[in-house]
């Protein structure tokens, strides 16, 4: 009878320490309630080049605001992904993506915040912000609202070479203003046997490029809402930049259909004088050669250098869910990554361009175009006005090769047709 006692009281000893235990779990859990007060942000993020930045960045944001944990989501194919998020309800806290139609689609259905009224917008360039309202993609101009913030910005136009510049005689300081200053350039690097163009053509989308850095100047974003509205064409609106482009690729004087990878390559080893692409080309030049001496020019197209506008888009936008429901850690997050110091450090990181009035640039090459920027001389890509079903760097790649302006022109107005035809949106 003594050793049953002696055995029940060990039992009862155990179930006692595994309900203390018990206990001792449920209070840690229930600290960790306390801890439950932790919010954690589900931040969707696109850009993949930024992705080791953007990590870095939540990780210190979570060091100064301990009851936030940031989850990040990176995203390979983020138009796609993020449709299928709004689609199953799940609109994530924090979102970057970039300012193009797709962006704007998404803008005018709701989903994102109304920034038009927040005090942030006010240090913020007045033209990148004109750029983020005009994306929106309705026909009223009152519904052209602030759904995101501009977070960094890009510019289009062509990379030199400024050890060639001075090779032929030329101010890298100072590159051409008109269009006929631009091509006199490139015939006197041919006539030096310098290729003066290093072409890419073997990825279409590069062709893009030169298209939008012309069209920032001969077309006015308002002929976008009228190419809408059907009262214009693409013959009125692109026959003089695909014209101009066909002309600028008759100046490549290498092989032509390369890659973007192999074209950067060739041009960071002093292949060429310039190559048509923009700001986000830099980066992977400079890492082939890190001591090529770089300018940045805009892409003049007309004969009047004063009526230039630069091609710049919002290369990262920043915005959060419209119904998170946390919005005031979201804003905390957006708030920090919009601070002077976050902008400018991703600006260095990815040769960017800050959308703050005052106007930093991450790479010294971009100090050319610093004029536009504080004159709001700046314009859209046109392409970011085209549905991506659209094929225009295919198009584009065929005009070039075959100078048939026509063709691209027509197959353009067709297949934008029919985009219009099932388009049902105001």
């Known amino acids: 009878m003594k050793l049953a006692t002696t055995k029940f009281r060990r039992v009862l000893r155990g179930a006692c320490a595994a309900v203390c235990a018990a206990a001792i779990g449920l209070g840690a859990a229930a600290c960790g309630g306390a801890n439950s007060n932790v919010v954690t942000l ?61 962006f704007g689609t998404f803008a005018a259905s709701g989903v994102f915040y109304d920034f038009t009224d927040d005090p942030m917008v006010d240090d913020l360039n007045e033209g990148m912000v004109n750029i983020a309202k005009n ?7 009152a519904k052209k609202r602030l759904y995101g913030l501009p977070f960094a910005g890009n510019a289009s136009g062509y990379i030199y070479n400024k050890d060639l510049f001075r090779k032929v005689g ?46 920032g100047t001969l077309v006015p974003e308002s002929e976008y809402t009228e190419l809408k509205e059907g009262k214009t064409t693409f013959k009125n609106i692109w026959t003089d930049a695909i014209t101009k482009e066909i002309e600028l690729f008759s100046y490549a004087d290498s092989e032509k259909g390369v890659t973007y990878q192999q074209g950067t390559q060739n041009f960071a080893k002093g292949q060429a004088a310039i190559i ?11 890492l082939i050669n890190k001591d090529i001496d770089l300018g940045f020019a805009q892409m003049p197209a007309t004969n009047d250098a004063s009526e230039q506008v630069l091609t710049a888009g919002d290369d990262v936008m920043l915005t959060m869910g419209a119904n998170t429901k946390h919005k005031e850690q979201a804003m905390r997050f957006i708030k920090f990554l919009m601070s002077k110091e976050q902008l400018e450090s991703y600006a260095d990181n990815q040769s960017a361009i ?27 890509f046109c392409d970011h006005y085209i549905p991506s079903s659209i094929n225009i760097g295919g198009y584009l790649q065929s005009a070039i090769l075959s100078g048939n302006v026509t063709q691209f022109i027509n197959s353009m107005q067709s297949e934008w047709d029919k985009v219009q035809a099932r388009d049902f949106r105001n």
């Open 42 to 102: 589900d931040f969707f993020q696109f850009k993949a080049e930024a992705a080791d930045w953007f990590k870095q960045a939540a990780q210190e944001f979570e060091k100064e605001n301990p009851d936030i944990r940031i989850n990040i989501n990176n995203s390979a194919n983020a138009q796609t992904d993020l449709r299928t998020r709004f689609v199953k309800d799940r609109v994530p806290d924090v979102i970057t993506f970039n300012g193009d139609y797709s």
């Open 135 to 141: 994306l929106v993609q309705t026909s009223d101009p």
């Open 170 to 215: 030329l101010d890298p300081d100072n590159p051409p203003t008109t269009w006929d200053e631009f091509i006199s350039m490139l015939k006197k690097f041919r006539d030096a046997g310098i290729n003066p163009v290093q072409a890419t053509l073997a990825d279409a989308w590069t062709t893009q490029a030169p298209l939008a850095s012309l069209n």
């Open 276 to 286: 048509p692409l923009g700001t986000y080309a830099i980066p992977q030049i400079t």
């Open 354 to 380: 800050t959308p703050l009035k005052d106007t930093y640039f991450g790479n010294k090459a971009l100090e050319t175009v610093r004029p536009f920027f504080e004159d709001n001389r700046v314009a859209d």
